[in-house]
């Protein structure tokens, strides 16, 4: 695999994260520091086929923290899929999405209400 993108580095770890769907579009929102501001960043997975999550710390695969890597484009049906993954500071998990592409968004513009809030 190789770097398809940087993430800002978080010394202290990265907070919360979350996971939902918009359609087809996977949404991982997670909270970062920078320049000691508090921050919300989101990656978008576009025509996401599979997403897997892994805390098995045993089996985990070689990878550098907030890196997003990413294999040879393959073909499912009519779709140009990559494969991407990557961990974020804080956090031992491992993160797996087959989707068409990927973006970094690093400011908090993009933020969904959660439930509850008016």
């Given at each position: ?38 921050r919300l960043g989101l990656l978008k997975f576009d025509n996401c086929f ?69």
């Open positions: 695999m190789e770097e398809h993108l940087s993430l800002p580095h978080d010394p202290t770890g990265y907070g919360d994260f979350e996971f939902y769907y918009e359609g087809t579009t996977l949404c991982v929102a997670f909270e970062y520091c920078s320049d000691g501001v508090d599979e997403f897997r999550m892994s805390g098995n710390l045993d089996g985990q695969t070689p990878m550098g923290y907030d890196t997003v890597y990413r294999s040879e484009e393959r073909t499912y049906r009519s779709w140009k899929l990559k494969d991407f993954a990557f961990m974020l500071s804080g956090s031992d998990f491992q993160f797996f999405v087959a989707a068409e592409n990927c973006v970094f968004i690093p400011d908090g513009s993009w933020a969904r209400p959660h439930a509850g809030s008016s």
